[in-house]
């Protein structure tokens, strides 16, 4: 375990010893978190780290700011410690199940690489964040079958996790805009469906 006083220091120690998991705060001198979440999910090799605010703030702007960055889990303070502390054990025992996975998805022109967190489309490999990754791969498990929202977060961020309502929608709109539009359909009032490609 290691910590840092900012921004600058959390990008170095990063660099020097990739963690599991990262808890950041949005608030903090030299360089605030959200631009310190960004620079890190830009590091070679950091697509695997899960990232959580732990901050005072709490407007949605904020929540959905620290999304947009590559956050995995925006919590507000104040928390107790032994309820953080059992938030991030059920995000690190999501990461080993997600270690387990062994295998390659194939949907018409998209391929998903759960043993490397890759995806390729038309043979060109993109890198997505973990949370990102898991929702597609989700949704392209059953393709046409429509999930609905409470089961995408129960089966992406699990039952202990208690994220924000734009959460799922900040994540589809950025897979869309690195895979395509019309890889995932918004089925309002319920949920979100994969589209089998050609």
């Given at each position: 375990?290691?910590s840092?006083?900012?921004?600058?220091q959390?990008?170095?120690?990063?660099k020097k010893?990739?963690?599991?998991?990262?808890l950041m705060d949005i608030?903090m001198p030299?360089?605030?978190?959200?631009t310190a979440?960004s620079?890190i999910?830009?590091?070679?090799?950091?697509?695997?780290?899960?990232?959580?605010f732990?901050?005072?703030?709490s407007?949605?702007y904020?929540?959905i700011?620290?999304?947009e960055a590559?956050?995995?889990d925006?919590?507000?303070?104040p928390i107790?410690?032994?309820?953080?502390?059992?938030?991030?054990?059920?995000m690190?025992r999501?990461l080993?199940k997600g270690?387990m996975?062994d295998?390659?998805v194939?949907?018409g022109?998209?391929?998903?690489d759960s043993?490397?967190?890759?995806i390729?489309v038309?043979?060109n490999?993109i890198?997505l964040?973990?949370?990102e990754f898991?929702?597609l791969a989700?949704?392209?498990s059953?393709?046409e079958?429509?999930f609905n929202r409470?089961?995408?977060l129960?089966?992406v961020?699990?039952?202990?996790?208690?994220?924000?309502?734009r959460?799922?929608?900040?994540?589809v709109?950025?897979?869309?805009?690195?895979?395509g539009n019309?890889?995932?359909a918004?089925?309002?009032?319920?949920?979100?469906?994969f589209v089998q490609?050609?």
């Amino acid at each position: 375990m290691s910590s840092a006083e900012n921004g600058l220091q959390a990008i170095e120690q990063v660099k020097k010893m990739k963690p599991d998991l990262i808890l950041m705060d949005i608030m903090m001198p030299e360089m605030d978190g959200i631009t310190a979440v960004s620079k890190i999910k830009q590091l070679p090799g950091s697509e695997d780290i899960m990232i959580v605010f732990l901050t005072a703030r709490s407007e949605e702007y904020s929540q959905i700011a620290g999304f947009e960055a590559g956050a995995d889990d925006y919590v507000s303070k104040p928390i107790k410690p032994k309820v953080l502390m059992h938030r991030i054990e059920a995000m690190l025992r999501r990461l080993d199940k997600g270690k387990m996975m062994d295998k390659v998805v194939t949907r018409g022109n998209l391929s998903i690489d759960s043993t490397r967190y890759v995806i390729s489309v038309d043979g060109n490999e993109i890198v997505l964040p973990r949370k990102e990754f898991e929702l597609l791969a989700i949704l392209a498990s059953h393709p046409e079958r429509v999930f609905n929202r409470d089961e995408i977060l129960e089966k992406v961020w699990g039952k202990d996790v208690v994220v924000g309502d734009r959460t799922i929608d900040v994540h589809v709109r950025k897979i869309r805009e690195k895979v395509g539009n019309n890889i995932i359909a918004t089925i309002k009032g319920v949920g979100y469906k994969f589209v089998q490609q050609p």
